[in-house]
Every structure is written in structure tokens, then in C-alpha cells.
């Protein structure tokens, strides 16, 4: 039963100039820039996060072909942001964070920023939230587990020669 997915996908290759045939094609899609790159944002509905990011992405591939997928967009917040998505305090979430309150078990950051800032992806957030605070934003992102995967299968496409080192078995447990 499809689902709907909040999912981003970085690319190369599609300029400024580029976008209009992806905005015919994705309507409701976001764009953001970072030199010479662009993420392209947008709402599926679709099996699976990974079935939603394929479906992404060949959207946009068939809109702008010179598009190549170089990673999917794990959407990481920080706790100012998570405090607006949860419409809470920020002071309500660093305490829901640090276990000074709350259920625990918030999950890990998989990074810090800037002055100490940490992230998360924002799917572990919602999965969090939904089973420790009984919150469903009805949000689906993409887990990082399926990011990562999906990551691998862009890197690949972009380089025969790492595909070549990692062989067909390389993933087999």
C-alpha cells in the first residue's frame, strides 16, 4: 500500500535555467543551490522511501536528462528545527535531548556543526517522536539505513571503477 514520502535528492547538472522542465514535472517540488549542486525536494507517494527516491529521481532525470543523482537528502535538524517542526520550545527539546526529560532514548546526532550545533536526519526524529511522545506528524522521510544504500547505487552509477572494486558481492552478508 503506497505511502506518502518527504524526500530530496542532491544532483549535479541541473543549472538554474534547468528547473522550469522540472517544475512542470514535479509541481510541488523545492529547490535549494549550493554551488554546483541542487536539491530537489518533494512529496510521492510510493511503496517504500527507496521506491519514492527512485521515483524522484527519475522524474527529474527524464525532465532534465544531464541530471546526475548524487545522494539522497537525509533533511538533518538541529534542535531549533526540531522544535519548530514538533511546535515546541527549543529549551523543551535540548531537555527531551539531554534524557532531563521526557521518555530518553532520544536517538544519537549523526553530526555536529558549526559551534557545537548537532543533527539529525529528520526521519529519525518522526519515528522517535511517533513511538516515545505518541506524536504522528504523518510525515515519512527516509531512513538513513536506505540513504546510505541508495547512496552506494548513486556512487556506483557515477564510477564504473568503484563498482569494479566493490564487486558483485560486496554487499552480501
Request: glycine share 10%; no cysteine.
Amino acid at each position: 500500500m503506497p505511502s506518502t514520502y518527504k524526500v530530496g535528492v542532491v544532483f549535479e547538472g541541473l543549472a538554474t535555467e534547468s528547473l522550469g522542465p522540472v517544475s512542470r514535472a514535479l509541481p510541488e517540488a523545492v529547490f535549494s543551490q549550493a554551488g554546483e549542486v541542487t536539491t530537489v525536494r518533494a512529496t510521492l507517494r510510493a511503496p517504500g522511501p527507496a521506491a519514492a527516491v527512485a521515483a524522484l529521481v527519475e522524474q527529474v532525470g527524464k525532465a532534465v536528462p544531464a541530471a546526475v543523482p548524487l545522494r539522497a537528502d537525509q533533511d538533518l535538524v538541529s534542535v531549533s528545527d526540531i522544535a519548530q517542526r514538533l511546535g515546541r520550545t527549543r529549551e523543551s527539546i535540548r531537555l527531551l535531548v539531554d534524557a532531563k526529560r521526557g521518555p530518553g532514548n532520544f536517538p544519537a546526532p549523526v553530526g555536529v556543526v558549526g559551534d557545537g550545533i548537532k543533527v539529525w536526519p529528520w526521519s529519525v526524529v518522526l519515528e522517535w517522536s511517533d513511538k516515545f511522545l505518541g506524536v504522528d506528524l504523518g510525515e515519512n522521510g527516509v531512513p538513513p539505513l536506505t540513504a546510505a544504500v541508495l547512496d552506494v547505487g548513486f556512487a556506483t552509477r557515477r564510477s564504473p571503477e568503484l563498482a569494479a572494486a566493490l564487486g558483485p558481492g560486496w554487499l552480501a552478508p
